[in-house]
Nanobody, 124 residues
Framework: QVQLVESGGGLVQAGDSLRLSCAASGRVFSSYVLGWFRQAPGKEREIVAAISRYGGSTYYIDSVKGRFTISRDNAKSTVYLEMNSLKPEDTGVYYC?????????????????WGQGTQVTVSS
């Protein structure tokens, strides 16, 4: 089992940057594929990015490609989401999630462990 705690959210203006962090405790961090999801009001939770267990592979939804970067530091048991050129449509609660499988999953139901979320609000 793993516990996840997100941080780094906030209120920013369009065009600004934020870096989210997710610190893990519990089982060996490198045992998990990690994902960042977001949920806007009235919308379903969607994946934003995911990274393989040792960082060799990543996945991004089309709307954030070229703007967001996911990375992980297994020595620090932390995964990051660097968000640049933020847009109002990036607003939502961002969740970190862990999946014990070997390959990257892109749907929420495949992830077993979740953080409590951190709010990101981008004003126009």
């Amino acid at each position: 089992q793993v516990q996840l705690v997100e941080s780094g959210g906030g209120l920013v203006q369009a065009g600004d940057s934020l870096r989210l962090s997710c610190a893990a405790s519990g089982r060996v961090f490198s045992s998990y594929v990690l994902g960042w999801f977001r949920q806007a009001p009235g919308k379903e939770r969607e994946i934003v990015a995911a990274i393989s267990r040792y960082g060799g592979s990543t996945y991004y939804i089309d709307s954030v490609k070229g703007r967001f970067t996911i990375s992980r530091d297994n020595a620090k048991s932390t995964v990051y989401l660097e968000m640049n050129s933020l847009k109002p449509e990036d607003t939502g609660v961002y969740y970190c999630a862990a999946d014990p499988q070997r390959t990257i999953a892109t749907v929420a139901r495949d992830y077993d462990y979740w953080g409590q979320g951190t709010q990101v609000t981008v004003s126009s």
